[in-house]
């Protein structure tokens, strides 16, 4: 029997690391896996490391890797050390075959693919297992051809059974006679993935594999090669993946997009880690809480089996109480860098400190960075403002009339605070018997231009007081 032993000890120093392939985005489930890696290596005080396993070199491209590194700082993923090229290890991978060669565990295999081919084609006739096996295993180096190319195969084992302690998925276990003699180095020379990780891994001192569970069969297989290098396995952990809301893989028809998007859409990163890190696993019933919390509680214990949804609801409530804990200065700089991108220009320096005194009341309904930005449209509006079809609404010949009696009120303001502006406004309500609202509705569409806004005084409030009488005298009779 091939058992999994760990090359850790409770003294040893945590090493995890992040391996995605630069042929795209950092996509969802990477981030998640690369943050739960994260975590586990800030919970220990041990190092988390970057590789970019980019040995497929037709789709592997510069942009992917920088996309990749984009990704990871916007999440506020620090690595540890240089990220590490996959692709400039190969000779350490190409020794490592060798290695096995010369001690048994692996062979020579002279058989060209139309061969296979047509050895499993004929296997699938027969109604057999399709697993190709090859003649070469047992030969001796006098029948080998001269000058033939040849691929490097493991010389899996024929009987028992390989297994692996996982500390998520727990005791798994394979019949030897289901594992293939998998190839380790092409006949060109190239490297596998399954040699490469396994190499990479030792080499870089990785004690802890966390990544998903759709690699848990790689797992056994690479278990193998451990064992025919001579090297202790490092401890697996393999986390269920992400599905979409009805229960499918995420895909893109769910909106599975790169972490930039998340960005884009005006996500912030503490809220990305925090949901993420709620998916598949969790510390009780908290849903709320701060990075250095998730530092703190992190471990592979309460990595749950089942697969976890992503639901956009969580996100943007979950981002919503983080916009609402961040300060008004960082929220006030995010917002400044989006509407110059958007407008192409930047704002003045009396609209940013208008923004910034706006700020507490803003944030208080807005989900995400976006939302908050176009909430605080009013205080980028030049008159005369255009008005959405709800406010348009709000403008009757009644309600232009009543503000102009407001604003009568409004000139005997001695402080141009929310608390008199509130009392004034108040107060004129009650000399005319009519309903706050009645009030409040018409005069944040005039403010504003929009039925939906900030609190009407702590919008009076950031305009000031000529920009607020202006407003109102533009559209009122």
């Known amino acids: 029997m091939t058992a999994q032993t760990a090359n850790t000890s409770e003294s040893k120093t945590v090493v995890t690391r992040f391996a995605p392939s630069p042929t795209g985005f950092l996509h969802i489930g990477g981030a998640r896996t690369a943050l739960f890696n994260w975590l586990f290596a800030r919970h220990h005080g041990g190092k988390f490391l970057l590789r970019i396993e980019d040995t497929d070199r037709a789709r592997s491209t510069p942009e992917a890797t920088e996309a990749i590194f984009n990704g990871m700082r916007w999440m506020g993923l620090d690595w540890d050390g240089d990220a590490v090229s996959q692709y400039s290890r190969i000779e350490r991978h190409a020794d490592a075959a060798k290695k096995m060669l010369e001690n048994g565990s692996a062979y020579r295999c002279y058989s060209t693919k139309e061969e296979i081919d047509a050895a499993r084609e004929q296997a ?30 493991l ?43 396994v190499v990479d891994d030792y080499e870089m001192g990785v004690t ?30 393999h986390v269920p993946l992400i599905h979409g809301p009805d229960g499918a ?37 908290e849903e709320f809480f701060t990075t250095e919390q998730a530092i703190e509680w992190f471990g ?74 176009e909430t605080a449209g009013y205080i980028f509006a030049t008159r005369p403002l255009t008005f959405d079809k709800k406010a348009q609404k ?43 609202g009645k009030i409040a509705q018409p005069l944040r569409a005039v403010l504003t231009g929009r039925a939906v806004s900030p609190g009407i005084y702590d919008v009076m409030a950031t305009l000031g007081r000529d920009e607020t009488l202006a407003r109102i005298s533009d559209q009122s009779t």
């Open 208 to 237: 802890h594999v966390i990544r998903g569970d759709d690699h848990l069969t790689n797992a056994a297989r690479q278990t193998l090669i451990y064992d025919g290098l001579g090297w202790a396995t490092p401890s697996f952990a």
């Open 124 to 153: 699938k006739a027969d109604n057999l297992p399709t697993r190709f096996d090859s003649p070469w295993r047992d030969k001796a180096e006098a029948d080998w051809p001269s000058d033939a190319p040849y691929a490097v195969r």
């Open 394 to 436: 709000q403008l009757t010949d009644d309600a232009r009339a009543m503000l102009g009696e407001l604003t009568s009120y409004l000139l005997e303001a001695k402080e141009w605070t929310t608390e008199e502006l509130e009392t004034i406004t108040k107060t004129f309500a009650e000399q005319r018997a009519t309903k706050l």
């Open 300 to 373: 592979l214990e309460a990595v749950g089996k089942s697969a976890a949804r992503f639901d956009f609801d969580k996100l943007a409530n979950l981002n919503g109480q983080h916009i609402r804990a961040a300060s008004n200065e960082r929220l006030t700089t995010a917002c400044v860098a989006r509407y110059t991108v958007r407008e192409g220009h930047e704002m003045s320096g009396k609209q940013k400190t208008d923004l910034l005194a706006a700020m507490p009341g803003l944030k208080d309904r807005a989900k995400t960075l976006n939302e908050l930005l």
């Open 249 to 285: 893989k995420l895909s893109k028809r769910h909106g599975a997009l790169g972490v930039d998007a998340y960005e884009e859409m005006g996500y912030l990163p503490e809220a990305m880690r925090n949901y993420l890190a709620r998916l598949s696993w969790s510390h009780g019933d």
């Open 155 to 197: 010389k899996a084992p024929r009987e028992g059974e390989t297994v692996v302690n996982d500390q998520v998925q727990g005791r798994v276990t394979w019949s030897n006679d289901q594992l293939d003699d998998l190839i380790l180095l092409r006949s060109d020379g190239v490297p596998t993935y399954m040699l490469a990780v």
